[in-house]
Every structure is written in C-alpha cells, then in structure tokens.
C-alpha cells in the first residue's frame, strides 16, 4: 500500500464500517492480525486455541465496527480495542471451564488482569513503529536509514559522518528528514487505523 | 533484548511520542520562524545618492532577503512633502514596465517618516555612461540609441497611463550592465487629465514649490525642461517630447543640449535658439539632428505629436530609412535604400550588369548576323540575277538545243535514208556500173570500211529474210567478196549466178587461184595487178572501190604508188613517188588526164606527198590536187595552173614554185602574204 493511497483515501476504520467491503476486510485482517496475537501472547492466552481466539477477535472487531462511535480519539480507540479484546478471552475463558475449571481460573484470573490497556497501548505502539519503518525502508536510500538508526543508537553526528564519510551537515540533513518523516508516517498510519475521519 | 536494541527501542518510542506531541512551527519551518520575529523589516541601510527632495537608500529587505533601494526625504524636510513623496511613490507603482522603476513598498518607519522601496538596479545613469562615451568612445551610437528608445518605450507607456514624467533627464535613467534601462524619479510627474486633478493644484501651491527650492532645484532640469515648463504653463506630454528631444540630443553630442549656467540655459530655451546637434558634435547624423530639432521646437504643436511619432523616425534611422523630420534628398533615400538592401542591391546590381553584357553581346551578334544577312541578300541578288540571265541564255540555248536536235532529227532522218540507200544501192546488183554506184559514192568513200560492213549485213538479212531474193543477194555477196580481196569467197556466189557478172567472175577465178588473203595479206603490187585488171575492164568505180576499201583496211605499204598509179590506166606511166622524199613527180608527156576519177576521187590521197612535180602537164585547176593534205613544196611549173584558190586547201604548204608568169600579180601578191614563191 502506497503512500499516495494512504491521502487519497477514507480511513481504514471509515470504509470498514461497510462490513460488505471485502477490500477493506482483508486490508483490516492484515493490519491487526499479528498485532492482535502479540496481544494474546502478551496476555498469555493459553498457545492452542491462540488462532481461534485470534480470528474470534478479528470478527468481533469488524462487526462492532459498524456500530462504533470513534472520533479522533486515540484514548477512546484503545479502550475499544481493550473492551473487545478482554471480553472475548474472557469469554472463550469461561466457556472451557466445564471442561477444565481447574486449571482455567487462574488463566481468566491473569487474562483479565487490570493492565490489559497498557499491554494494548505498548503493542499497538509497537505494531505502529514497525509498519512505519517498513514504510521508510521503502522511500528513503540506505545511507539514510542508517544515518536514522545510528541516530536511534545514540551515535553522535561527528562519528555516524566519519563513519558513513559524510559531511556533517549532510548528516544533519537525512537525520531531520527521516525523523520528520518518521513522525509524519505514524500520524498518518494512526489516523488510518485508528480514525473515522 | 539487548542494550543497543533497547537503546534504540527508547529512540523510536521518544521520536513516536514527538509526533503526537504538540509541533512547533518554527522549528519545522526556520524561515517561517525567521519571518515571524523580524520586527524590522529593512535594515543595513546605506547611503547611495542625494536628489533634490530625496535620498536613495540601499537597504536589506529583511523579508524578501534582497537589497532594494529605498527613497526617503531628507531628514529635515517639511512636513508639506510627505504627500508629495508618497505621491510619487504611488505614481510609480502605478507604472507597470518593464523599463520603468518598479516600487515595492510604500509606507512609514518607526519615527513616521515615510518611504518607499525600489528596485536597486547594478548599473550607471545615462550621464555617467554618456561622459564615459564622449571620454573613450565606450558605448557606441547605436547602443546608446537603443537606450534611448527604451527610454521613448517608457514615456510611451506612461502616456498611455495618462501619467507626464516632467524631469526626464540622462541622471534620472539608469542603465543596467546587461541593457537594461530604467527611468526613474518620477518626483515631478503627475496624473494629466483625470479627477484627481484636484490634487495636483493642491500640489502645486507656492508654499511647496518654495520647500523644494529649499534645495537649489528649480521644478524640472533646464536643458531638459520644455519652454512651456520654465514659464510655469500648463503642461502637457508636449514637455516630456521636449524632454526626449533634449535627451536624444545629448545621446547624440553625448553633451547637454544647453550650455552655460541655469540662467542661460533657460534663455535660451525659452528663446527656441538651439545649436543643432550636427554642429556641437562630431559624426551626428544629419537625420537625426532633424529629429531632435523637431521635438526641441518652441511651439508645442511643432513636435512630434506622439512619442510613438518619435519613436518611429529614430527606428526609422536604425533601419536605414531617412526620418520624415529630415527633409533628405533623392540621393539621400537611395543611398539609405542601398544600405538598407546591401546584399539585395548587389545582387540587383551584379544581375542587371549580367543582363546588359548579355543583350549587349546578344545584340552585338545579331547585328553581326544581320550585316551577314545583307550580305548574303545582296550575294542572292545578284546570284538570283545571273541566274536570270542564265535561264534565259538555257532557255536560248535549250532553244538552239532544239532547233539543232530538230536539225538532227532531219539529219538522222537523212543518213537513215542514206542509210537505206546505201543497203538498197549495195543490194542492187550493180551491173550499169556507171549509173547504179552513182549515189552511194560519196559515202563509201568517206567511211569505206562502214559502207562495207552495212552492205554486208543487209545483204546477209536479205538473203535470210528474202530467200526469193537470195540469188540477187548473193550476187551482191560476190561482188563485196571481191572488192575486199577475198576471192576465194567470192567464188561460190559467183557461181550461183553464172551469167551475170562475167567479166569479174573470171578475173576473180584467175586470182582466187593465184593467191589468198587470209593467208598473207595483199601486197601494194598485187593490189596494183588487181587494180590494172579491173580498170582493164572499165570498171574504174570498182577500182577506186578497191583501193580505198584496202587503204582504209591495211594502210599504206611498200610500193603502193604502183597501186595508186594503176588507177590512172593508160597514164600510169606518168607517175613516180620517192617515198623516202615523199616527192611526186607526175610527167604528163603533154598528154591532158585528170587526176580525178569520175566520182571526182582523188587517188592520190592515199599517198603521203610532201613534194610535189608537175612536169608537162596539161593540168588548169588547182583543185586537181586539192586533196593533198601533207603538200609542204609544189612545182607547179608544168602545169596551166593561173590561180591557187583557196589555201586552206593546202594547210602544210609552205614553198610555192612557179613560172614568172604562171601568176598573176593580184594572186602572187596575195600568195606571197602566206608562202615563199618562186
């Protein structure tokens, strides 16, 4: 997905709230599908039914799409995220108690666990920064990226110059423009998943 | 994770955190930033020049970062020429061209003084860059020209504006290093013809014109300022005209059109008594000294009527065309047209010099054709008249062709009777001899062997075409047999018809016996012996017949005198030829015979006689001898002969030997004239 398709079109969110548009479906399945199994995993939802609960969630998430009332709230966002995503644990929890009550409780016990909006938040922080990198390693050249990452590493700008034969102004310049664009892209890609407008 | 990961995780959290966080302009945007916290907008200023009213300014526009000029009044100016300065801002910025200053900004400063900001050209005023030209010739005429219709352009536009310039001057023109031109300080420049008039006469109250002469200026540059501007009359774009004119002049001089001080200068325009340009400077075209003459005259309406007019005659000029100003003369506008047209004109010029030597040589060599012409004519003429001449003399001629070719056919008619004659006389058995070979004598004679052979064919024909006749043929045959000495052949026709021809059947029986001429040819004395026998038998014809057919067929031979004096019969005696001397002696004895046969032949003709004797003989006439063709001496002392005839007779004759009396004296005389006589 392209930059110019990013500007050009409704938010994620927006177009998902048709639930008839394939499109937007797949596109959503890949945005959150491994960020929701970090999730899981986070939560420590128990290995074997991780691809279930996984799709569960999924589901739900598109359907109540539909119904949702976001606005440019990033705050309200994640407690939607959280809602939906404890509540189906919780859920499939509950479910498997007859069957296996025992060991169960405690994992219920842990899964709804309060800070399951943090473990959220750090997650999608997460999933961001890396679709963002991604976006960068595809628009800028190398020399740039690592102009970037040696920054991110705390490298001072006469060394990464020395280092990458550069003059330091040059430095300067792709450090700002990649940061600029860092910050640029997450904005952008927030707006987009998490955004009606 | 390790340290430089989890380093670089806090790295990418804090920049995530930064782009949700609140941005601030300036540090994304520096130059945003930069615009935001000027509170001066210029600075840097610096002085650059002083006007009358105003100083120029070079400043930094701190918002633009550029340098622009800056015009401000002086420090202590009135209070009075803040309108009139920002009113000359405005004017300016109303002006739109490219060869006119341009404003940027017009407002007031920190101590409320008001300003406004300008293009800062790179550059000299025309006057520096005229002095420059007059000191080392840098800029040529034609550059400065274009200048200076840049300037025209400039005024154009402004009048177009409605908007009068009133002190253009070269000090207010800048001149750009790239050919760029602007006319600056429109300081006295006003609106004309507009509402706001009303503003010009609050402007032009004493009291203001009295705070700019403050500064030593009167209104306006003299040397520039129309007559009409000097005497404070209502001005028009009349002035700026006058002002063109006065800046072309100094274009042209590279001097100012007036001399002296403001008081003369002044003067002098007022009184229109300007030297014109040709005489204060060297190399001004005289067309366009016209032209500033005429934008410089006293009266308004003796100028251009628009600066359009003016600028017309100087391109005019540029182009090579003379201006409408200067009366230029026919040699002028050519030489002005060759200019224009140098290439054009001399391909003209090379072409019709190409044209005129060809007529020229095409002309030269008709005429030549033409001489030719008449004298070919004049050759036909006379050709054609001896043409005429000769066709009538071919037509006389061809007339004479005809008489003598209808002569000829009677003469063809004649010889083919002869000829007839001849067969039919040849045919017919000649027994009267006397009477029958009368007629064909002549003939045989001239041409024996021709008479021969006629009678041989048509004796031949007839005996094939006539058989009734061929006893008479053959007869004929014997007869031709035996003149040609063929006896032996003549025998057997004898035979045929025994009874005629009896005597000569006999004589050719003895001589057929006796000898054969196929075998050795008749000798003179045989001949002789033939001869005798046939004269013997009175047949004297078929004897003369005999010695001229053998004469013509065998020719003179040894001893044929004897032959020839066997003719004469009884009288042969009387004849002797030495043939060595070729002399004949003829003794007639007293006895008188002719020399002539009765055909009238001359059997002497057969003999070469050069000399000859005539001894005792009863001989009268010299025709008797007439026939001797070769008588170079004759002894005519024994003969009766009197008178020579004709001596034509005689051609070879040189020696005549006579008796004293034989001649005449008319005919001795006469003789004399042409041979020796004796």
């Given at each position: 997905?392209?930059?110019?398709?990013?500007?050009?079109?409704?938010?994620?969110?927006?177009?998902?709230?048709?639930?008839?548009?394939?499109?937007?479906?797949?596109?959503?399945?890949?945005?959150?599908?491994?960020?929701?199994?970090?999730?899981?995993?986070?939560?420590?939802?128990?290995?074997?039914?991780?691809?279930?609960?996984?799709?569960?969630?999924?589901?739900?998430?598109?359907?109540?799409?539909?119904?949702?009332?976001?606005?440019?709230?990033?705050?309200?966002?994640?407690?939607?995220?959280?809602?939906?995503?404890?509540?189906?644990?919780?859920?499939?929890?509950?479910?498997?108690?007859?069957?296996?009550?025992?060991?169960?409780?405690?994992?219920?016990?842990?899964?709804?666990?309060?800070?399951?909006?943090?473990?959220?938040?750090?997650?999608?922080?997460?999933?961001?920064?890396?679709?963002?990198?991604?976006?960068?390693?595809?628009?800028?050249?190398?020399?740039?990226?690592?102009?970037?990452?040696?920054?991110?590493?705390?490298?001072?700008?006469?060394?990464?110059?020395?280092?990458?034969?550069?003059?330091?102004?040059?430095?300067?310049?792709?450090?700002?423009?990649?940061?600029?664009?860092?910050?640029?892209?997450?904005?952008?890609?927030?707006?987009?998943?998490?955004?009606?407008? | 994770?390790?340290?430089?990961?989890?380093?670089?995780?806090?790295?990418?959290?804090?920049?995530?955190?930064?782009?949700?966080?609140?941005?601030?302009?300036?540090?994304?945007?520096?130059?945003?930033?930069?615009?935001?916290?000027?509170?001066?907008?210029?600075?840097?200023?610096?002085?650059?020049?002083?006007?009358?009213?105003?100083?120029?300014?070079?400043?930094?526009?701190?918002?633009?970062?550029?340098?622009?000029?800056?015009?401000?009044?002086?420090?202590?100016?009135?209070?009075?020429?803040?309108?009139?300065?920002?009113?000359?801002?405005?004017?300016?910025?109303?002006?739109?061209?490219?060869?006119?200053?341009?404003?940027?900004?017009?407002?007031?400063?920190?101590?409320?003084?008001?300003?406004?900001?300008?293009?800062?050209?790179?550059?000299?005023?025309?006057?520096?860059?005229?002095?420059?030209?007059?000191?080392?010739?840098?800029?040529?005429?034609?550059?400065?020209?274009?200048?200076?219709?840049?300037?025209?352009?400039?005024?154009?536009?402004?009048?177009?504006?409605?908007?009068?310039?009133?002190?253009?001057?070269?000090?207010?023109?800048?001149?750009?290093?790239?050919?760029?031109?602007?006319?600056?300080?429109?300081?006295?420049?006003?609106?004309?013809?507009?509402?706001?008039?009303?503003?010009?006469?609050?402007?032009?109250?004493?009291?203001?014109?009295?705070?700019?002469?403050?500064?030593?200026?009167?209104?306006?540059?003299?040397?520039?300022?129309?007559?009409?501007?000097?005497?404070?009359?209502?001005?028009?774009?009349?002035?700026?005209?006058?002002?063109?004119?006065?800046?072309?002049?100094?274009?042209?001089?590279?001097?100012?059109?007036?001399?002296?001080?403001?008081?003369?200068?002044?003067?002098?325009?007022?009184?229109?008594?300007?030297?014109?340009?040709?005489?204060?400077?060297?190399?001004?075209?005289?067309?366009?000294?016209?032209?500033?003459?005429?934008?410089?005259?006293?009266?308004?309406?003796?100028?251009?009527?628009?600066?359009?007019?003016?600028?017309?005659?100087?391109?005019?000029?540029?182009?090579?065309?003379?201006?409408?100003?200067?009366?230029?003369?026919?040699?002028?506008?050519?030489?002005?047209?060759?200019?224009?047209?140098?290439?054009?004109?001399?391909?003209?010029?090379?072409?019709?010099?190409?044209?005129?030597?060809?007529?020229?040589?095409?002309?030269?060599?008709?005429?030549?054709?033409?001489?030719?012409?008449?004298?070919?004519?004049?050759?036909?003429?006379?050709?054609?008249?001896?043409?005429?001449?000769?066709?009538?003399?071919?037509?006389?001629?061809?007339?004479?062709?005809?008489?003598?070719?209808?002569?000829?056919?009677?003469?063809?008619?004649?010889?083919?009777?002869?000829?007839?004659?001849?067969?039919?006389?040849?045919?017919?058995?000649?027994?009267?001899?006397?009477?029958?070979?009368?007629?064909?004598?002549?003939?045989?004679?001239?041409?024996?062997?021709?008479?021969?052979?006629?009678?041989?064919?048509?004796?031949?024909?007839?005996?094939?075409?006539?058989?009734?006749?061929?006893?008479?043929?053959?007869?004929?045959?014997?007869?031709?047999?035996?003149?040609?000495?063929?006896?032996?052949?003549?025998?057997?026709?004898?035979?045929?018809?025994?009874?005629?021809?009896?005597?000569?059947?006999?004589?050719?029986?003895?001589?057929?016996?006796?000898?054969?001429?196929?075998?050795?040819?008749?000798?003179?004395?045989?001949?002789?012996?033939?001869?005798?026998?046939?004269?013997?038998?009175?047949?004297?014809?078929?004897?003369?017949?005999?010695?001229?057919?053998?004469?013509?067929?065998?020719?003179?031979?040894?001893?044929?005198?004897?032959?020839?004096?066997?003719?004469?019969?009884?009288?042969?005696?009387?004849?002797?030829?030495?043939?060595?001397?070729?002399?004949?002696?003829?003794?007639?004895?007293?006895?008188?015979?002719?020399?002539?046969?009765?055909?009238?032949?001359?059997?002497?003709?057969?003999?070469?006689?050069?000399?000859?004797?005539?001894?005792?003989?009863?001989?009268?006439?010299?025709?008797?001898?007439?026939?001797?063709?070769?008588?170079?001496?004759?002894?005519?002392?024994?003969?009766?002969?009197?008178?020579?005839?004709?001596?034509?007779?005689?051609?070879?004759?040189?020696?005549?030997?006579?008796?004293?009396?034989?001649?005449?004296?008319?005919?001795?005389?006469r003789l004399r004239s042409l041979v020796q006589v004796e």
């Amino acid at each position: 997905m392209s930059n110019e398709q990013w500007q050009t079109r409704q938010t994620l969110i927006l177009r998902a709230r048709d639930t008839s548009d394939q499109q937007a479906w797949e596109e959503f399945h890949d945005y959150y599908e491994g960020f929701i199994r970090m999730v899981l995993m986070q939560l420590q939802a128990p290995i074997d039914d991780l691809e279930d609960l996984r799709q569960t969630i999924l589901i739900k998430l598109w359907k109540s799409l539909s119904t949702m009332e976001l606005g440019r709230d990033h705050a309200r966002f994640r407690t939607w995220l959280g809602t939906v995503i404890r509540n189906t644990v919780y859920t499939h929890c509950s479910q498997n108690a007859s069957r296996k009550r025992r060991e169960t409780n405690a994992a219920v016990a842990e899964v709804v666990a309060p800070d399951i909006e943090g473990v959220i938040e750090s997650e999608w922080r997460k999933h961001i920064i890396a679709l963002v990198i991604e976006r960068l390693n595809a628009s800028f050249s190398g020399k740039a990226m690592k102009v970037f990452t040696m920054t991110l590493d705390g490298r001072s700008v006469d060394d990464i110059a020395s280092d990458l034969e550069l003059t330091k102004d040059s430095v300067y310049v792709l450090r700002n423009r990649v940061q600029s664009r860092f910050r640029k892209e997450a904005r952008q890609l927030r707006s987009y998943l998490e955004f009606y407008e | 994770m390790t340290e430089e990961s989890r380093d670089r995780t806090e790295a990418l959290n804090d920049l995530f955190k930064e782009a949700f966080e609140e941005i601030d302009p300036a540090a994304e945007s520096p130059l945003y930033g930069q615009l935001c916290s000027f509170q001066e907008r210029y600075s840097q200023s610096e002085l650059i020049a002083v006007g009358g009213m105003k100083r120029i300014l070079k400043v930094l526009d701190r918002h633009g970062n550029r340098y622009l000029a800056m015009a401000r009044l002086h420090e202590d100016a009135s209070d009075l020429l803040f309108d009139p300065f920002i009113r000359e801002a405005r004017l300016t910025a109303l002006l739109d061209h490219p060869n006119i200053i341009s404003v940027h900004d017009v407002g007031i400063d920190k101590g409320g003084k008001p300003y406004f900001t300008m293009d800062l050209k790179a550059g000299d005023g025309l006057d520096v860059v005229l002095q420059k030209a007059l000191a080392d010739g840098g800029c040529p005429l034609s550059d400065r020209l274009e200048i200076f219709l840049k300037v025209c352009d400039a005024i154009t536009y402004a009048h177009s504006r409605d908007v009068i310039h009133l002190d253009l001057k070269p000090a207010n023109i800048q001149v750009g290093h790239y050919g760029e031109v602007l006319v600056c300080d429109w300081g006295l420049g006003k609106l004309i013809g507009r509402t706001d008039e009303v503003d010009d006469d609050v402007l032009l109250n004493p009291d203001l014109l009295s705070g700019m002469t403050v500064y030593g200026k009167v209104k306006g540059t003299p040397g520039y300022m129309a007559p009409e501007q000097i005497r404070g009359e209502s001005q028009d774009k009349g002035a700026d005209i006058y002002a063109l004119g006065a800046l072309l002049y100094a274009v042209l001089t590279c001097r100012p059109p007036l001399d002296g001080d403001a008081e003369a200068m002044m003067k002098t325009a007022m009184s229109g008594d300007i030297v014109p340009p040709t005489v204060r400077g060297s190399g001004v075209p005289e067309s366009l000294s016209a032209v500033v003459m005429k934008a410089m005259a006293l009266e308004p309406a003796d100028r251009y009527g628009s600066v359009r007019d003016l600028i017309r005659e100087v391109r005019a000029f540029l182009d090579g065309f003379s201006p409408v100003a200067h009366k230029s003369g026919l040699s002028t506008e050519l030489l002005l047209f060759y200019r224009r047209n140098r290439v054009s004109c001399n391909l003209a010029a090379a072409f019709v010099a190409m044209v005129v030597v060809v007529t020229a040589l095409f002309v030269d060599r008709l005429s030549a054709k033409r001489e030719q012409a008449e004298i070919l004519a004049a050759r036909l003429r006379v050709e054609k008249q001896e043409t005429g001449t000769l066709a009538a003399r071919l037509q006389v001629e061809k007339e004479e062709t005809e008489t003598l070719a209808a002569r000829l056919r009677v003469e063809k008619e004649d010889s083919e009777a002869l000829l007839r004659e001849v067969g039919r006389l040849a045919t017919a058995v000649p027994d009267d001899v006397a009477s029958g070979d009368q007629f064909s004598n002549d003939f045989f004679y001239q041409l024996p062997l021709v008479s021969y052979e006629l009678s041989m064919r048509s004796v031949s024909e007839m005996i094939d075409s006539e058989p009734e006749r061929a006893k008479e043929a053959r007869s004929q045959l014997a007869y031709l047999y035996f003149m040609s000495a063929e006896f032996t052949k003549a025998k057997p026709h004898f035979q045929v018809n025994p009874k005629r021809m009896r005597g000569l059947a006999k004589v050719n029986e003895s001589l057929a016996g006796s000898f054969d001429p196929d075998e050795h040819q008749t000798s003179a004395i045989q001949l002789a012996d033939i001869i005798k026998r046939v004269q013997s038998m009175n047949r004297i014809a078929l004897a003369g017949k005999i010695l001229s057919f053998d004469y013509a067929s065998l020719g003179y031979r040894e001893g044929y005198e004897l032959a020839v004096a066997a003719m004469f019969g009884d009288h042969s005696d009387c004849f002797s030829y030495e043939a060595e001397t070729q002399t004949l002696t003829i003794n007639g004895g007293g006895k008188s015979f002719s020399l002539r046969t009765k055909e009238g032949q001359n059997p002497l003709r057969f003999l070469s006689i050069k000399r000859l004797i005539l001894i005792d003989t009863m001989i009268l006439n010299s025709s008797e001898i007439a026939d001797l063709k070769m008588l170079e001496e004759a002894d005519l002392r024994g003969s009766q002969i009197s008178l020579m005839g004709d001596l034509n007779m005689f051609p070879q004759l040189k020696r005549l030997i006579v008796r004293p009396d034989q001649l005449s004296r008319e005919e001795k005389n006469r003789l004399r004239s042409l041979v020796q006589v004796e």
